[in-house]
C-alpha cells in the first residue's frame, strides 16, 4: 500500500470521502425528468417501462435501463411511501360487509371503509362465497 493510498485511508471521516471516482458528482441524463418521475412515483406508477414510455415524447435521449435503476433505488429505499395501506380493521370491514351496505356516504370520513374505496377483486358479483362452518363434501 502506497503512503497516498494509506493517508487516502486515514483522513477518511465517513465511507463517503472514499468515493472520488470519475463519475461522482457528474450529471446525468436523466436529472432534467427526475422530478417528473418523483411525481409519476407519488401518484402511484411504479413501473419503469411505462414511465420511460411518458418520457420519451418529452425529449429523454437516455436508455430504459437508467431509468429502471432509478426505479429501483426509490424502490429500495427506506423513504416512507407516501401512500399507506388500507389498516387492518377497513379491509376486514370491506369483507365482512354486505355488499349493500357498502355505500358511499356524503359525509362519511376518509377512515370510513366504502364500497367505492374497496378494491376492484371486492367488486365480483358473487360476494358470498363458501361458509366458514360448512363441512368439505366426501
Request: charge should be positive; glycine fraction near 6%; charged fraction near 20%.
Amino acid at each position: 500500500m502506497t503512503y497516498r493510498t494509506f493517508k487516502l485511508l486515514a483522513d477518511a471521516t465517513a465511507p463517503e470521502d472514499l468515493f472520488r471516482g470519475q463519475w461522482q458528482g457528474r450529471p446525468s441524463v436523466l436529472d432534467e425528468y427526475k422530478p417528473y418521475l418523483d411525481d409519476r412515483w407519488n401518484q402511484g406508477c411504479t413501473n419503469a417501462w411505462k414511465a420511460w414510455e411518458e418520457i420519451v415524447p418529452l425529449g429523454y435521449k437516455g436508455s430504459y435501463q437508467r431509468v429502471r435503476a432509478y426505479f429501483r433505488t426509490k424502490r429500495l429505499s427506506t423513504d416512507p411511501v407516501t401512500a399507506p395501506p388500507p389498516s387492518p380493521r377497513t379491509v376486514a370491514g370491506w369483507i365482512l360487509r354486505h355488499p349493500d351496505t357498502l355505500t358511499a356516504r356524503p359525509n362519511s370520513s376518509a377512515s370510513r371503509p366504502s364500497w367505492s374505496t374497496a378494491p376492484n377483486w371486492m367488486h365480483s358479483p358473487d360476494m358470498s362465497g363458501p361458509s366458514p362452518r360448512s363441512s368439505p363434501s366426501g
